[in-house]
C-alpha cells in the first residue's frame, strides 16, 4: 500500500510539472493545433511535424521525412510513372518534400473505377478529375473529402497569400468548403494587358497546299470564299506522300463532338445569353441551325469526307501526321503533337490558323477559352494517411519554385532565366531534338500538372525553342483575339441524379443520332425538316425544364461572379 501511495505521489509530481512546463508555453501552438486536427474527423491522424513550437519559411520544409502518397489521376491516357532515380524533376521534387507519388489512372470506364472506390470506400490519398465529374459533388455531400480550407488553416497557414480568392469563392461547396484544387484556373486579378487567355478551337490549313493553289488566309473568313478554297483542293485531287489530301476534317464527331458543340458555334458567334441576361437555348438558336447548314454544305459539295463520321481521335492524328487533311476545325490541343510532327518530317508541311470562318451576318467570333475555372480538380480523401504533408506538397506545386520545377525543369540544367523569361539550355534543347521521348523520361519537363498556374506560366514563358514550338505557339495567340472570360458557363448542367438529368441525357442520345442525320441530309430543306422535328421531339422530352435548371444555376454562377452578364456583346 505504501509503495502505490508513494507512485501515486510521484506520478501526481510529474503532472505537476508537466502542467507548470504547458502553462508557461503559452495556448494554441503551432503543435498544439496541429495534434488537435491530427485527431479531428475520422481519426485518420497525420505524419506530424517533430515537435517545433515555431515555423519558419514555407509550410511543405517543416517536414520533408519520405513518404509515399498515391493519387489517382482519372484520365486513362495519362501515363507517367514517378522515377525519382532516373528522371531529373521527380528526383528534385522528392529530395526537396520527401514525397514519392504513387500515380494510378483507369485501366477501363473512369467512371465505374470511381463508382467502384466510392462504394467500397476505398478511395486513395489523392484524386484528380475533370470538375464536372458528378462524382466529384457526390463525394463532397458524402463526407469523403478533406476540406482544402481547414487543412489549409491547419497544416498550411503559409499557403493561403498564393491562392486567389476568385478561386475559392468559386469552389467553395454548399456546405461553406473549399473541396477541390484546380488546376488551369486563370485568375482574374492575375491577369495584366500582357497576358491571353487560350482557347482550344481553332481551324488550321496547310500552307504548301494553299501557296501551291492560290488560296489566301482571308478565304478562310467566310463560308463561300472557303467553300470555294476548297473545292480547288478537292478538284486538284491533291494527294501527299502517296495519301488523297481531304479537303476538310472536322473534329471526332461521336456525341455531336467539340466541333460542332463549341469550336463553329463560337466563330459563328452563336449567341449563349439574350439581352435581358437570361440563358440561350443554344441548338434553338436561328444561327445554331446555321452552323448545321454550314456543315451539310460541306458534306453534300464532298469536301469532307465519309469516314469523318466513324473516325476517332486516333485516327484523326493519324490521317493529320500522314499529310492527308488540308483544313482541320476543331480542338487544337489534341494535335498539337501531330502538327510539329508533320512539319519534323517535312519542313514544307506547316500548319498555319486560318479564318475564323464566320456567320452570315459578319458578327465577331467569340470563342471559348480553354477552361476559366480550370480543367481537373485535385482532392485529399478521408482515407488520406498524411493530409498534411499531402496539402503543404499542394503549396509547393502552387508555388512559383514548384511551378518552375514541374514546367521548366531544374534551373542550370535545363533552363536559365534571362529578362524574367525561360531561356532552355543547349542541353535540354539537343537532347529534346534528338529524341524527344528520352528526353522527357531523363528530365520530366511538362510531365506533372495537375496543380498548376497558367497566368504565373505564361508571364514567364519561354521563347519557342524550336520552329514546331513556334508553329503551336503562333495558333494559340492567333485565336486568342476571340477568347472571352465564359466562367459564368461553366457547370449549368442539371445535377446527377435528379429528374431534369436524366432527360438531358435522354436528349443528349437523341440529338446526337438526329445530329448526323442533319450533316448528311441530301438537301438544306431536308436538313431543316429534321432539325424541326428534333427541336420538336426534345421539348417532348423536356428540353424546357433541362432549360429552366441551366438558366438558374447560370444565374447563380453570375452572382457568384458579381456580373449581370456574361456574353460579351451584352456588355457593351
Not at 458534306?299 to 465519309?306: A, C, D, F, K, T
Not at 506533372?448 to 503562333?474: G, H, K
Not at 425538316?529 to 420538336?536: D, G, H, Q
Request: aromatic share 12%; with cysteine.
Amino acid at each position: 500500500m505504501r509503495k502505490l501511495i508513494k507512485l501515486a505521489s510521484i506520478l501526481l509530481v510529474i503532472l505537476l510539472v508537466i502542467s507548470a512546463l504547458a502553462a508557461c508555453s503559452g495556448s494554441g501552438t503551432q503543435t498544439d493545433r496541429q495534434d488537435t486536427a491530427s485527431n479531428a474527423g475520422d481519426d485518420k491522424g497525420t505524419s506530424g511535424d517533430s515537435g517545433e513550437e515555431a515555423k519558419s519559411g514555407p509550410s511543405w520544409t517543416w517536414d520533408t521525412s519520405p513518404i509515399t502518397i498515391d493519387w489517382y489521376i482519372s484520365e486513362g491516357w495519362y501515363n507517367k510513372t514517378w522515377d525519382a532515380e532516373n528522371c531529373l524533376v521527380d528526383k528534385e521534387i522528392t529530395e526537396k518534400t520527401g514525397i514519392t507519388v504513387n500515380i494510378s489512372t483507369p485501366a477501363g470506364d473512369a467512371d465505374e473505377k470511381l463508382n467502384a472506390m466510392i462504394a467500397s470506400d476505398t478511395l486513395p490519398d489523392v484524386l484528380t478529375m475533370g470538375w464536372w465529374y458528378g462524382q466529384f459533388q457526390q463525394m463532397q455531400e458524402a463526407g469523403m473529402l478533406y476540406p482544402l480550407n481547414e487543412l489549409v488553416d491547419e497544416y498550411a497557414p503559409t499557403m493561403k497569400p498564393l491562392i486567389p480568392e476568385s478561386m475559392m469563392k468559386w469552389y467553395t461547396y454548399e456546405d461553406g468548403n473549399w473541396y477541390g484544387f484546380p488546376n488551369f484556373y486563370w485568375a482574374e486579378e492575375h491577369l495584366t494587358e500582357d497576358n491571353y487567355i487560350k482557347t482550344n478551337a481553332g481551324m488550321i490549313a496547310r500552307k504548301d497546299i494553299m501557296t501551291q493553289l492560290d488560296i489566301k488566309e482571308e478565304d478562310f473568313n467566310t463560308q463561300d470564299s472557303m467553300v470555294a478554297a476548297l473545292r480547288k483542293v478537292k478538284d486538284a485531287g491533291m494527294e501527299y506522300q502517296g495519301v488523297n489530301v481531304t479537303p476538310v476534317y472536322f473534329g471526332p464527331m461521336g456525341g455531336v463532338g467539340c466541333t460542332f458543340n463549341w469550336v463553329l458555334p463560337g466563330m459563328f458567334a452563336v449567341p449563349r445569353e439574350d439581352e435581358e441576361g437570361n440563358l440561350i437555348y443554344m441548338r434553338k438558336h436561328p444561327k445554331y441551325l446555321e452552323v448545321l447548314k454550314f456543315g451539310n454544305r460541306l458534306y453534300r459539295e464532298g469536301l469532307v469526307s465519309q469516314e469523318n463520321f466513324t473516325s476517332d481521335r486516333k485516327q484523326i492524328e493519324e490521317r493529320m501526321v500522314s499529310g492527308g487533311i488540308f483544313t482541320f476545325i476543331g480542338n487544337m490541343a489534341d494535335y498539337k503533337g501531330q502538327i510539329k510532327d508533320l512539319y519534323r518530317t517535312d519542313n514544307a508541311a506547316e500548319y498555319i490558323p486560318v479564318g475564323p470562318v464566320r456567320a452570315q451576318d459578319g458578327a465577331e467570333p467569340q470563342l471559348v477559352s480553354t477552361g476559366m475555372n480550370g480543367w481537373t480538380v485535385t482532392m485529399i480523401s478521408r482515407n488520406a494517411k498524411n493530409p498534411d504533408r499531402i496539402i503543404r506538397f499542394i503549396e509547393f506545386l502552387y508555388s512559383e519554385e514548384g511551378l518552375m520545377l514541374t514546367s521548366h525543369g531544374v534551373e542550370g540544367a535545363t533552363y536559365n532565366m534571362e529578362d524574367g523569361k525561360v531561356v532552355y539550355t543547349d542541353e535540354y534543347i539537343n537532347a529534346v531534338n534528338e529524341d524527344s521521348a528520352a528526353a522527357t523520361l531523363k528530365y520530366g519537363v511538362g510531365t506533372w500538372y495537375w496543380i498548376n498556374n497558367p497566368v504565373f506560366l505564361q508571364n514567364v514563358e519561354p521563347a519557342p525553342a524550336t520552329r514546331p514550338d513556334e508553329i503551336s505557339v503562333n495558333i494559340d495567340k492567333y485565336f486568342a483575339q476571340w477568347v472571352y472570360n465564359d466562367a459564368a458557363f461553366d457547370n449549368i448542367n442539371p445535377r446527377g441524379g435528379t429528374d431534369e438529368a436524366a432527360m438531358d441525357a435522354e436528349i443528349g442520345v437523341y440529338w446526337e443520332k438526329q445530329f448526323v442525320k442533319m450533316i448528311m441530309a441530301e438537301s438544306e430543306e431536308e436538313l431543316e425538316r429534321i432539325y424541326n422535328e428534333t427541336i420538336k421531339h426534345i421539348d417532348e422530352l423536356g428540353a424546357e425544364q433541362v432549360y429552366k435548371v441551366n438558366n438558374e444555376r447560370f444565374q447563380a454562377n453570375k452572382a457568384k461572379l458579381g456580373i449581370d452578364f456574361a456574353w460579351p456583346p451584352n456588355k457593351n
